[in-house]
Nanobody, 117 residues
């Protein structure tokens, strides 16, 4: 069982920035990928960005050029730097990892990001 602890959400004005953090209880070298997903009421959870163990990254088109995903192996952490935030970025952001040890996905508890004037 991998525990994930997220932090860094909150309320920000359009054009502002936030940095989300997710710390895993398992060594990141055992995680095939780490990533961030977003969910808004009435819609399915969607992938925002992922980073593979090889450091290859992927972004949804809606956040390309504005968001940056990174990982700190020493801290077992993944980060999402969100710049030039828009109201449509509002939602609950979830950290997700895939463990090679268990062959399972694990989700964080979710953290609210609200972009509003």
């Amino acid at each position: 069982q991998v525990q994930l602890v997220e932090s860094g959400g909150g309320l920000v004005q359009p054009g502002g920035s936030l940095r989300l953090s997710c710390v895993a209880s398992e060594n990141v070298f055992t995680l095939a990928y780490m990533g961030w997903f977003r969910q808004v009421p009435g819609k399915q959870r969607e992938r925002v960005s992922i980073i593979l163990s090889t450091n290859i990254t992927n972004y949804d088109d809606s956040v390309k050029g504005r968001f940056t995903i990174s990982r700190d192996n020493a801290k077992n952490a993944v980060y999402l730097q969100m710049n030039s935030l828009k109201p449509e970025d509002t939602g609950v952001y979830y950290c997700k990892v895939f463990s090679r040890l268990s062959g399972k996905d694990y989700w964080g508890q979710g953290i609210q990001v609200t972009v509003a004037s």
